[in-house]
């Protein structure tokens, strides 16, 4: 795997003048469809460049919550900010929030009849008008370093899961994005597969993107996660660093998911 | 390439254009051999020298078009004409039908119920006798008005079933990547819904050409008009109308063989 280089967004120079503020902001948001409550207040403050892996049982509401993030599902109430960015009723912030950020999912989500190299063009085109060259010469460079640049001009069809998944990362990262929202990127992937993509995202966090990463994968979260929080039944159970979180955790619910994912 | 299921095969030939065809195809047969044996009791005179004719004749030294041929003139043009327009109103009510405006459903759904609950023939009927004249439209524009609301509401259901049955992913995607909601449906949810129309718009289309036939009701020229005309001019009402119904069969076969290869072509690796 090729080391990621300069993938970051944001210039080194940038990170020392902005001050270590909060890109994200998430207060008391609450999210229920019929019969079920799934997100039931919840908050955090996440800072510039810091990786938070949200783990939790299934149904817990981690993906509903991600996905309130970026406005696919609209919170019934709280509030949310995205690098300063309110996201409201406004057509224009909710617009601005969703280029500002990336999402990978867990089912990948290419477009089958786009090539490799047609899907990570499409919204630098259409959405950052850049020019076909420009765009191209990005999302080669990008594909570069997610090691597939040979499958440029495949189908995703042809590609594996692992393959298909770094595309995906690489589609959103060609937005240029301030945040990048992982909802169990590997998951849906052959056990032989899930490093590759691992590894792609370990380079992203080492390069400075701010992420918020839904996943189970403790060697993943030991090594790059800031922060670690368990959530259950739609809210925060216990926030901690990964030490204290895996060796010494304060809750007996976090023991007890933890012994069972163990 | 594997054998496949005889109940496979079946199901691909029952969705396919092909369907409409063999129904075609085995009723000619029975029509045939009813005619056959009616004729044969009748003692009827059958007399197909004498519809070349109707193709073309040469008057002067110069081919002259006949009304067969004319009639079918009219009868492409008209499909064609109406096949552009209902297509494009399918797919404004389809999208409307899908979008969150509520005066956009409730408009698409007031048209739907409308066009599915009246008969095409009543539809022709009030297009030529009352909007026509309240427009200021001609016969062929009242005609192609008919045909179009008509088939439009078939059109916007198979453009509607084809974009629902997009995997949710897909929007989420390109809602995540920033794309505008037109960007989505231009460029990820259309192509991908029209391939999987394909094989539904066909039949839908050998519908519409059999349904222009209908406006003969309003003596419009068409190829059904000039096969009455003249069956009822010449008394070949049998080898007129035989004729006529082969015509028919020679439009519609050449579009199920490019519906095949337009399916084939599009087929998105799996
Ligand atoms: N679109 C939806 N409609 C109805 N219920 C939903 C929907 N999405 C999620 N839920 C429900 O919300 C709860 C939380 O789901 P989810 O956020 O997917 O949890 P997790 O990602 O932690 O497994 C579950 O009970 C789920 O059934
Ligand atoms: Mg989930």
Redesign the pocket.
């Given at each position: 795997m090729p080391s990621l280089p300069d993938i970051a967004p944001l210039a080194p120079s940038d990170a020392a003048a902005a001050p270590a503020d909060d890109i994200l902001i998430i207060e008391d948001v609450f999210k229920s469809?019929?019969g079920?409550e799934?997100v039931r207040g919840f908050s955090a403050r996440i800072r510039r460049q810091e990786v938070v892996v949200i783990m939790?049982p299934?149904?817990?509401?981690?993906?509903?919550?991600l996905r309130c993030l970026n406005g696919l599902e609209q919170a019934d109430s709280g509030l949310i900010i995205v690098d300063g960015i309110p996201l409201d009723d406004n057509h224009a912030h909710r617009l601005e929030i969703r280029q500002e950020t990336g999402m990978v999912f867990q089912s990948f989500n290419l477009f089958p009849h786009l090539t490799v190299l047609e899907n990570i063009n499409l919204a630098p085109m259409r959405v950052r008008h850049k020019s076909e060259q420009e765009a191209t010469a990005r999302s080669m460079e990008l594909l570069g370093m997610v090691g597939i640049a040979d499958k440029a001009s495949s189908y995703p069809a042809h590609l594996s899961g692992g393959q298909q998944q770094r595309v995906a990362i690489a589609r959103a990262l060609a937005m240029s994005p301030k945040i990048m929202l992982f909802d169990e990127p590997t998951s849906a992937l052959d056990p032989e597969m899930i490093n590759e993509v691992l590894d792609v995202m370990k380079d992203l966090a080492r390069a400075g993107m701010t992420m918020v990463v839904?996943t189970h994968e403790m060697g993943f979260a030991r090594e790059v996660a800031d922060r670690i929080i368990l959530?259950d039944s739609g809210s925060i159970v216990e926030t901690g660093t990964p030490d204290t979180f895996f060796t010494n955790p304060r809750e007996e619910r976090t023991r007890r998911f933890l012994s069972q994912i163990l | 390439m594997a054998p496949l299921a005889p109940t496979t095969v079946l199901r691909r030939f029952w969705r396919s254009p092909w369907r409409d065809i063999a129904q075609f195809v085995l009723l000619i047969v029975v029509v045939v051999w009813l005619v056959t044996l009616s004729s044969a009791r009748l003692g009827y005179n059958w007399q197909w020298y004498r519809i070349p004719r109707y193709f073309w004749t040469v008057r002067n030294g110069r081919p002259v078009v006949g009304e067969l041929l004319q009639g079918l003139g009219y009868t492409l043009q008209l499909s064609a004409v109406s096949l552009v327009c209902a297509l494009t109103l399918g797919l404004v009510v389809a999208l409307l039908r899908l979008s969150s405006s509520f005066m956009g459903r409730a408009l698409s759904r007031v048209y739907l119920e409308i066009t599915r609950n009246t008969p095409l023939v009543v539809q022709i009927y009030l297009a030529y006798f009352v909007l026509g004249p309240v427009l200021g439209i001609g016969r062929f524009s009242s005609a192609v008005l008919a045909l179009t609301l008509f088939e439009g509401s078939y059109m916007s259901e198979i453009f509607r079933a084809g974009i629902t049955s997009l995997h949710r992913g897909q929007w989420e995607a390109a809602y995540s990547l920033g794309l505008s909601t037109l960007d989505s449906y231009r460029f990820v949810i259309l192509p991908q819904a029209v391939r999987r129309l394909l094989p539904p718009l066909t039949s839908e289309v050998v519908s519409l050409i059999k349904n222009t036939s209908l406006v003969s009701l309003v003596s419009l020229a068409d190829l059904s008009m000039q096969a009455r005309v003249i069956a009822a001019d010449t008394f070949l009402t049998f080898e007129v109308w035989f004729t006529v119904a082969l015509i028919y069969l020679l439009i519609m076969v050449p579009l199920a063989i490019t519906a095949r290869w337009l399916e084939r072509r599009y087929a998105i690796a799996t």
């Open positions: 469809f019929p079920v799934a939790g299934s149904g817990s509401g981690k993906s509903t919550l839904v959530m | -």
